[in-house]
């Protein structure tokens, strides 16, 4: 079994980044973050995210509004945004309050300003395979795990666990695609599915991506097929400090017994998801200033 370092290869998509930005004269790339509310895992991904792109050499700027924020005054913040020339990427923490609607919030993003890839157009861009859009960060992560592990897909069966616009349904159009680190044969499984041991069994390549946790068990996978695991799920855990640890979609003791490449949880897709988002704003700066 060979471990895969998300936090390494993240690590080094971020060096790549600040090599390239502190080339850039003049005004450096800019993302624009809007947090609503004060919940702590927003919270703390937007730090996260805020931290990386001072690394990278990315200016951050943060919104920070009230729950109680209406449609309109979120949208207003939006549209200034999206005029405004300095800002070349625009991004909205989700989960929104349930009082806004979050895909009429993402598709409100000037779809080149789009860098968590969320927009409408975007979406259909990802379905006509135009370079030129952003896709979401995950599954892009996914894509560049491959690329940078050896991973080949090219006429592999892929199996992916999910079915969301966030992973899998995007994950799986990009690994269909034509051109290199794609062209594979995929199968989408869902809450839906019947039979499902039977086909992750069939899978070279199988992504977790279910928001179960460790749902996935050894017998559901095949020798020597790589294992990616999206998942993050908090379990209880009273011996930890904390009082819960963090697992993914995918029993890991038990599929890296078996499987040739595999991530771990946490430390796997993870880190990829922000190293994207900064790759998807240093493009979408260059695309506005070609």
């Known amino acids: 079994m060979n471990l895969i370092d998300g936090k390494k290869i993240a690590s080094d998509i971020v060096d790549e980044l600040t090599q390239k930005v502190s080339a850039i004269d003049g005004n450096k790339p800019c993302i624009a973050f809007i947090r609503v509310g004060e919940d702590p895992a927003s919270v703390s991904y937007v730090k996260s995210k805020n931290r990386t792109a001072e690394k990278i050499g990315i ?154 946790p460790e749902m996935v068990t050894g017998d559901m996978i095949k020798e020597g097929a790589v294992v990616i695991d999206v998942g993050i799920n908090r379990v209880e855990d009273a011996s930890r400090k904390r009082g819960y640890k963090l697992v993914g979609d995918v029993n890991f003791d038990e599929a890296a017994l078996i499987a040739s490449k595999i991530t771990p949880v946490p430390g796997g897709v993870g880190p990829m998801t922000v190293a994207i988002l900064m790759k998807n704003t240093v493009k979408a700066y260059a695309l506005q200033n070609a």
């Open 59 to 212: 200016t951050p700027l943060l919104f920070t509004f009230d729950n109680t924020i209406s449609q309109e005054e979120l949208f207003a913040k939006v549209d200034a945004l999206n005029e405004d020339p300095s800002v070349n990427g625009i991004l909205i923490q989700s989960p929104l309050p349930s009082h806004l609607n979050e895909q009429d919030a993402f598709n409100r993003i000037d779809p080149n300003k789009d860098v968590d890839g969320f927009h409408v157009v975007n979406a259909g861009r990802v379905v006509q395979e135009d370079p030129d859009g952003f896709v979401s960060c995950t599954p892009a992560g996914i894509i560049e795990i491959c690329k940078r592990e050896g991973i080949k897909l090219e006429g592999k069966h892929v199996v992916v666990l999910g079915r969301s616009l966030i992973v899998g349904k995007t994950f799986s159009l990009l690994a269909m695609q034509k051109g290199a680190h794609a062209n594979a044969t995929v199968t989408v499984c869902h809450s839906r599915t019947r039979n499902l041991k039977e086909i992750t069994r069939q899978a070279d390549v199988l992504v977790a991506a279910i928001g179960r």
